[in-house]
Nanobody, 127 residues
Framework: QVQLVESGGGLLQAGDSLRLSCAAS????????MGWFRQAPGKEREFVAA????????DYADSVKDRFTISRDNAKNTVYLQMNNLKPEDTAVYYC????????????????????WGQGTQVTVSS
């Protein structure tokens, strides 16, 4: 069992930067994949970025590639999402997700592959 706690959301202006954190209560093993998703009002939850705990390979949504960076701190069991050059369309609730058994390894964009989810943190970007 893993609990995920996100932090770092806020109200920003276009062009600002922000770093989200996701702290996992349990130990993350090599088969795990950690992901970030977001959901804007009236829209479906969408994939943002993912990192495979073993090897650290990364996936990004096209809409955030070159602006967002996902990273991890193994010792702290924490995943980060560095968001640069934020745009109003990045406004959403951002969720951290964890798959501990390999379900998401080859399908990082598929939300049902992740068994554990955080409570979400709001990011609002004004123009």
């Amino acid at each position: 069992q893993v609990q995920l706690v996100e932090s770092g959301g806020g109200l920003l202006q276009a062009g600002d930067s922000l770093r989200l954190s996701c702290a996992a209560s349990g130990r993350i093993f090599g088969s795990a994949t950690m992901g970030w998703f977001r959901q804007a009002p009236g829209k479906e939850r969408e994939f943002v970025a993912a990192i495979r705990w073993s090897g650290g390979s990364l996936d990004y949504a096209d809409s955030v590639k070159d602006r967002f960076t996902i990273s991890r701190d193994n010792a702290k069991n924490t995943v980060y999402l560095q968001m640069n050059n934020l745009k109003p369309e990045d406004t959403a609730v951002y969720y951290c997700a964890a798959d501990l058994v390999g379900n998401a390894y080859y399908r990082t964009t598929y939300a049902p592959a992740y068994a554990y989810w955080g409570q979400g943190t709001q990011v609002t970007v004004s123009s």
